[in-house]
């Protein structure tokens, strides 16, 4: 099949929250090829503890290609321990300048309870405005349906998992298999 008639893989919608004191990232589980549920259950939010710090991360694209960036991400941590900014930058040079992670197809959203980026492959760290953040095929409406859900009594997760049941009942890419990290403290 030639590459211009590959159907191309679909799926994901990954939010992350911040509110009160708690980020949370939240992540379905669908993984689609073309117009085919190719599994429901995948584990796409990650915790990662390099040097005894914790972050969380929720990655979108190819599974292969986000691991492949967690680990260097990982590494880029053990070399600044609790610095995640910095690691975060240095991690979308690198992303940005090498030939071989150039060609890498995800985006990630990260966090250590006290800064929130999404990490891209154009050299891109982004701190989100509003304290959300989403990435994916579903992104823009578990997005959207978050920031209508800040200002009310919710807590990071109940607004993070609301929006992801939203995004899943619009976009065919998103389903409601959430894998849900936190960190910090809820208040």
Not at 90 to 101: F, G, N, P, S
Not at 123 to 141: K, R, T
């Amino acid at each position: 099949m030639a590459d211009d008639q590959f159907p191309g893989w679909h799926g994901t919608t990954i939010i992350g929250v911040k509110k009160d004191g708690q980020v949370v990232i939240a992540g379905d589980g669908q993984v689609s090829l073309g117009q085919t549920v190719i599994k429901g259950t995948a584990r796409k939010v990650r915790r990662l503890s390099p040097g005894g710090f914790d972050v969380v991360a929720g990655f979108a694209g190819s599974t292969a290609d986000a691991f492949t960036l967690l680990e260097r991400l990982e590494t880029k941590l053990e070399a600044t321990p609790g610095q995640l900014a910095r690691a975060s930058v240095e991690l979308a040079k690198d992303w940005r300048t090498d030939k071989y992670l150039q060609k890498l197809e995800a985006m990630l959203i990260v966090t250590d309870g006290a800064d929130m980026f999404v990490i891209t492959g154009a050299g891109d760290v982004l701190e989100p405005e509003h304290n959300v953040a989403a990435i994916g095929s579903g992104g823009n409406f578990a997005l959207a349906a978050a920031r209508g859900m800040m200002d009310s009594g919710k807590s990071a997760e109940k607004v993070a998992r609301d929006a992801m049941a939203i995004a899943a009942d619009i976009c065919v890419y998103t389903n409601g298999n959430l894998t849900v990290e936190s960190i910090g403290q809820e208040s």
